[in-house]
């Protein structure tokens, strides 16, 4: 399985654009790298999942070096109800989710 | 509305008495699992399942047990709770070796006196 690390926190201000980056330097060929958001007392929420280079949704971008090593998920703008936290998953698609493993996450709170 | 849903929502039972949660998901997933989050812990996983008839221990599966009788529906049941399993619960599914994307249930929070 591979591990991931991730801030335990990080604040920052409405309308400021947000980079969380995820340390992953053994992920195996065949992983993907998911981002799950989570809000108190909620389940998680699917936002973004990427293989390599750029993907970018209505939500939110993700960028992944050529070493796939790490990732940041982009936040662009964001508001007060994006505090929440952020999880940074890897795993392959063929192991169904089993392979893959909810970390501490990434604690986001945004100030006005 | 494609969704995952949860009963009960909020549960306060007694040492010793059984109890079952019900997860049920309308989107014809292969994948189903159950989670619980803790303070400080984290999700973890307790049981999961590649499909119908075929479950699998998770990480803290000590306590539970589940069935798969259906594609659509994963009961959680606790024969004997215990303190220990207070306790937010998650049920999650997904399609099976195409996404990573799980949808998750809205939770159930267990007291167990």
């Known amino acids: 399985l591979a591990k991931t690390t991730q801030p335990i926190s990080m604040d920052s201000y409405e309308g400021q654009e947000v980079n969380i980056t995820c340390s992953h330097n053994n992920i195996a060929t065949n992983d993907y790298i998911t981002w799950y958001q989570q809000f108190p007392s909620q389940g998680p929420r699917f936002i973004i999942q990427g293989y390599k280079t750029k993907v970018t949704n209505e939500v939110a971008s993700l960028f992944i070096p050529a070493d796939r090593k790490s990732s940041t998920l982009s936040l662009p703008r964001v508001s007060l109800s994006d505090t929440a936290v952020y999880y940074c998953l890897v795993g392959p698609l063929s192991g169904g989710n089993n392979d893959m493993r909810f970390g501490a996450g990434t604690r986001l709170t945004v100030k006005p | 509305e494609a969704q995952v849903t949860q009963n009960p929502r909020y549960l306060i039972t007694v040492t010793g008495k059984k109890l079952t949660v019900t997860c049920s998901q309308n989107m014809n997933h292969e994948y189903m699992s159950w989670y619980r989050q803790d303070p400080g812990l984290g999700l973890r996983q307790i049981y999961y399942?590649?499909?119908?008839?075929?479950?699998d221990k998770g990480d803290v599966p000590e306590g539970y047990k589940v069935s798969r009788k259906e594609k659509r529906n994963f009961p959680l049941i606790l024969e004997s709770p215990s303190p220990n399993q207070t306790s937010l619960y998650f049920c999650?599914?997904?399609?099976?070796?195409?996404?990573?994307?799980?949808?998750f249930g809205p939770g159930t929070r267990l007291t167990v006196l």
């Open positions: 399942s590649m499909n119908v008839e075929v479950t």
């Open positions: 999650a599914s997904s399609f099976f070796g195409t996404s990573n994307e799980q949808f």
